[in-house]
């Protein structure tokens, strides 16, 4: 099974033609679809981003993070009802959080734990909402209990979505979410995929390993916005061969990284 696992493409048109493009059996991506600082606000984002989801070619996986306003009663503009696309307005409308619009079979959105079924073999998919510190009923043990039982019952590897990356590790040092970090050593499941900081891969590495649970974190470049990067950093996860490969967009001052190491 190949696994491809990305985190913060901020809405970047070139980077999400650039994933449904690639060939995977699971396409996964950890937050921050969304960049909550574009002048055009989010509404327009969401629809760009549902018909993406809604033409993708394989399965894929989505999970929150503090850029996509995936919060119960969240605002849209006044101007709505001008959006040219409306048959999407009206799905994010009919839903409790929007990302729930762009469910349907082979896509696993927000708060969910569920197995799918790939060109490759099951995977058992956990996507924990983002919320700030964690609060409220949307972040229960309840996803990470199914998860741990989808796996039992199923015997595929069980891959987590959580935007924060766990602290006092390589992929997310002294800045990582200490909550995640006694969640994984709780659960244990086969990867989690997280974002948010992006110079974290740059400054320790992409991926390390807490117990039987290999932990990864694609990164974002640091560069200057006048450099267009042809590509978002991104993971493959080769099963079979036991194998994760980084591809990334190198900060300035550096040469171009592909860095594969044995799972």
């Keep these: 099974m190949t696994l491809l696992l990305l985190s913060d493409l901020h809405c ?22 969304l960049d909550g600082l574009h002048p055009g606000g989010l509404l327009p984002q969401m629809v760009t981003v549902k018909s993406w989801a809604d033409r993708f070619p394989s399965p894929l996986a989505l999970s929150s993070g503090n850029h996509d306003g995936n919060l119960e009663g969240a605002a849209f503009a006044a101007d709505i009802w001008q959006m040219p696309d409306q048959s999407a307005v009206q799905s994010l409308l009919a839903t409790e959080f929007w990302m729930d619009s762009l469910e349907r079979p082979g896509v696993v959105t927000d708060g969910r734990s569920q197995i799918i079924e790939t060109p490759g073999g099951k995977v058992v998919v956990t996507t924990i909402p983002f919320e700030p510190g964690e609060r409220g009923p949307r972040f229960s043990t309840a996803l990470w209990k199914e998860g741990v039982r989808m796996r039992v019952t199923s015997g595929a590897p069980w891959l987590v979505l959580h935007h924060e990356p766990p602290a006092d590790t390589m992929v997310g040092g002294r800045m990582g979410d200490p909550s995640v970090l006694h969640k994984i050593r709780e659960y244990q499941p086969d990867f989690i995929l997280s974002g948010h900081l992006h110079g974290q891969p740059y400054a320790g590495n992409f991926a390390d390993k807490i117990g ?3 932990c990864f974190n694609p990164g974002v470049p640091v560069i200057s916005r006048a450099i267009r990067t042809k590509f978002p950093n991104h993971i493959w996860i080769d099963t079979k061969n036991g194998t994760a490969t980084w591809k990334a967009t190198p900060n300035v001052g550096q040469l171009p990284i592909t860095k594969t190491i044995a799972l």
């Excluded at 048109?13 to 059996?25: C, I, L, M, N, P």
């Design 12 to 33: 970047r048109a070139d980077w999400f033609r650039w994933a449904a493009g690639q060939t995977s059996d699971l396409t996964a991506i950890a937050g921050d679809l």
């Design 212 to 214: 039987k649970t290999w």
